[in-house]
């Protein structure tokens, strides 16, 4: 590697996160194995920006049955898991089943089942702790707003979020602020020098949490938005559903949490008469929801819905039935 080591690995990392984000193969087989590289010689990062990386790239190989390429992938990402973990967290679950994906597509079925038989000791240990784990402040809030909505309080459910969105704010702010100062301290130093490679993982840290704070900043206004466009209030919904799209780009764009928040933003553009927007806003998010979700899950199955809606009004009828091979719920409807 070149002397700048530690520069070129930051701008690997953004490379790959936009690359899986937007879905660009070409992009993310061309820096994935640089970048893992690199962790591999180097150190891994936080276990939740390498594991995005790690599976990420690894589902690539499998759709092309390239199983000796996904194979140390998926294996270390277990690794890494277990070893931040412990062998039963439900962490766990998805690298299990990606390992469970390329033993099956390597013919080894007794050990794809001893993989699933883990997924499924954990799922069930984690729905029996879930009842007795305490609820996060996110949860919370979330719970305290549903339920001042289903008795009709729509005013004191938005006087609780815009509450939450006031304290989330600063900390989202204070988090954004700390990343600058670390990237900031790191470049102040030669690229490549002992010094530099030292505080490249305090600014991963950093980079962490700025997400973290911020993404759940993002889901606040959302839910505000989802109050609002209940009540028509449709430029108030609208201001907050782009506003939380910027803060989820800005913590590095969740891609569910995008496709959501892209649904729902062209749902409103829809009921205002803007088929324009509202039809590549709509697309967008099932061009992401369907690698998350896959094409059966309710969610897929209403934003295809949305989307088959405009193009019959459009008259698009080869984009209609390319669709509903895409999505077969849609044809049964």
Known sequence: MPRDEVQIHAVLADLVRVAAVQRDKAALLQNGPR???YWERQGMPEDAIASQAYSTLAAEYLKDAQYALAE??????????????????VALAPRLQDLASLYYGQLRFNEGEAAMERVATIQRNANAASAQRPLSAQ????????????QGDIAGALAHGEQEVARLEPVASAATQALQAATKAREEHPPGSATAHMLARPEQQARYRMAASVGE?????????EILHAQKRYDQAQALYQQALDDIARAGGDALQTAL???????????RGNQAAALPMQS??????LPLYGRDHPDVIDSARELAAMYQRQGQNAELAALAERVPALRAR
Not at 139 to 150: D, K, P, V, Y
Not at 261 to 271: G, H, I
Not at 284 to 289: D, F, H, N, R, W
């Open 35 to 37: 970048l893992t590289a």
């Open 72 to 89: 140390p992938l998926v294996l270390r990402n277990l690794y890494n898991g277990e070893q931040k973990y412990g062998a039963d967290h």
């Open 139 to 150: 949860q919370r809030s979330e719970a305290e707003m549903r339920r001042l909505f289903n």
């Open 217 to 225: 900043l993002a889901a606040a206004r959302l839910r505000i938005a």
């Open 261 to 271: 928040a892209k649904s729902a933003l062209a749902m409103l553009y829809r009921a």
């Open 284 to 289: 967008e998010a099932l061009e992401l929801m």
